[in-house]
């Protein structure tokens, strides 16, 4: 009933929670009685409970009402709370960027006005330096000015010695040709600016041949060619001795600058110091003073017509030596000299120059320089080093390239005993040779021009040699280079190699931009930056190295100007390269390497060469197209050049040149081929070796080869005996 009465009286949802209340509160419903005082209880018991139920659910509802408005309460505390702490935050944030912008902004200001500062302080410093530097420069010039006064007070300016010197005893006078030796004598009698020393045949072939001599220079001496040798020019003097004679001739106007230069009383004052020499000898710096018995004083009659020779061999340069005024004293001045002679090689020698440790393999048998045998050159640059003081030496002499500019300057070597051979210095002054290699040819010298722009260029005091820069030796040589000939036909024989003081090591010096040099240091260079050798445009390319471990680009100049490819290396030599890249056609490579005479062989190794191909290359192949030969071996000689090389499918060509006049190609033996092998991996050069000439082939071809390639020397440049051996071929 009371379960009844309760879902009467209240919904469903309060009943359940007064069920849950009386449950909770364990109260116990009493059951109704059937008197109606009991009823009335009952009904009363009832509604109290019912009242008390409606109560409790009213508190109940209150009490979830309160939880719930104090839980969203508390939610939008909690919502309000952490916005304001996020609130709190940013703004903290911000406050914290404004303030870390404050300090940039502060910190971008100092640096700013500190930079700006600086820049004022660097400004003054800069200004104060300059005023400093201004004063310091004008401070050193004063000083300097005064050292140079200073020095001219206490340093007279020496005299200057110019001499020509003549020397061969070799040459013959012919009907159309007098020589090469008599024609420069001829010349220096013409142009009267220097002294001359010259042997008794040089002066003997120009009396034979005076007519064709003087024909040859007529140009040069105008009207004068036939009164050369005349007393109003020349002061002669002749020097007997039992080996050989010897004839020095003196400009008159070379001795009356000399006298009005410096035969002053001071000068003459100073000279007494030296009583074995007369003012007059020291100022012209021979001893021609009759007391000093070297010399005797002659008329140009008796020149002419008391010639006497003297056996043919090379003159003892101690007779030379006894000459000259000899001291290292200012007063005695600085030497400029030009020596020429004829030339020759040893023939025997074929050692590498480095290789040379004793004294016994060097065969200079049959080598000349300058009409002298190597002792006697060799005693010469000594004499010139440690007597007198030598400011310029310039030698003119076929063969003085090649071997020939080592071995007088060789200082120490070992004798039979294993002893040190030493006393030979290397020369304290500038030395150059006319000559580029070991070959023939002819030159011509303007000697008015090359010793005074030796004067120019020289240091007027004291008597240190000068040290000369690059650009006075191009400017001092230019125009001493080799007349374009049979024997020369690109007119580079005669480009100087230079060595300065002291340093042993001559240098070619390009006179111009045409001429291109790879060196020892250019190549290795180049091999490190991994770039090419380009030399376009060029008239000569010299090399120096063995080995070019880079790609080396040949164009050609305006015109399709063909380079002179020269080798620099003494003897019998090899360059190898690794790559060679030329817009030249094939034949006119060959030109190229062929532009020389050398008296030893050349060789030249390619690994890959790419050129034009042309009817001397591979004709099975359409002309002037860009084609790529392997393997490339070239042998130039003196006579002939060849050619041996394979294609890209391994077949191997042969081709023999003929030089005559430049290079004509007289024969070209092609088409026999063999196929190519790579038994030597690891070194390609040996393994061209080992192809072109180790494999069987036919006799015919075997012969062709030697003929071409002369095996012997080919094999000397091998770098060990157990690769000679794996590379022999049967005699």
Known sequence: MLVNLIRKTFSSNLLIATIVILFNNHTTVI???????DKEIQEAINRSLEEEVIRESIRLEKERQIKARKRIESEQEEKAQHALQQAIKESLLEQEKTRLKRIENTDLEKAIRLSLEHQREQKIQEEEDAIERANLEEAIRLSLEQEEKKEKEEVKEVPIHDVIILLDTLEKAKEKSPGAITNTFAAALCEK????????????????????????IQLQCKNEFYNLLDDKFWDFYRVRTKEQSLYLLIPKDYSKKLNEKFNTEEFRNNCKKYPKYTPEEIIIGFRIDPAAKIFKKISSHKLKNKVELTPDYSPEVHLLEQLFIQGKDEIFGLWNIFLEGHGNFAKQNLIDIASIKTAPQIDTSGALIAGLDVTNFRNLIQFLSKNINTNFLYYLSCFSGGYNIFLPYITNLMNKKGNVIGGIEKPNFTVVTGALT??????????????????????????????????ELVDILKDIISNTDAKDPFGIMGLPQIMQPKTGIFRAIPLNENIGIISEFLALKHKIENKQIILNNKKAILIYPKEIETKVQIQAGEG????????????????KFESISTSLSFLELISSFAATEPAFEKYFYIKQLELI?????????????????????????????????????????????TKKIGLQKTSTKLGHRWKFSNKYKADEFINAIYNYFVLPKSAEINLMLNKAFNPKSLFSLLPSKELRNLTKIKE
Do not use: R, W
């Open 193 to 216: 600016t220097s002294p001359i020393i010259t042997s008794s045949h040089t002066l003997k072939n120009y009396l034979n041949s005076i007519e064709i001599v003087n024909d040859y």
């Open 438 to 471: 070991d070959q023939i040819f002819l030159n011509a010298t303007d000697f008015k021009v090359f010793f005074e722009l030796l004067h120019k260029y020289t240091k007027k005091i004291g008597v240190h040699p000068t040290i000369f820069k690059d650009s």
């Open 31 to 37: 059951p109704a009685t059937k008197s109606n005082e």
């Open 613 to 657: 191909n042309d009817e001397y290359c591979i004709s099975t192949k359409a002309p002037d197209n860009v084609i790529v030969l392997n393997n490339v071996i070239i042998k130039v000689a003196k006579k002939s050049i060849d050619i041996i090389f394979s294609d890209d499918e391994k077949n191997i060509y042969l081709n023999e040149f």
């Open 560 to 575: 399709k100007t063909i380079p002179a490819i020269v080798s620099m290396l003494p003897g019998i030599g090899i360059h």
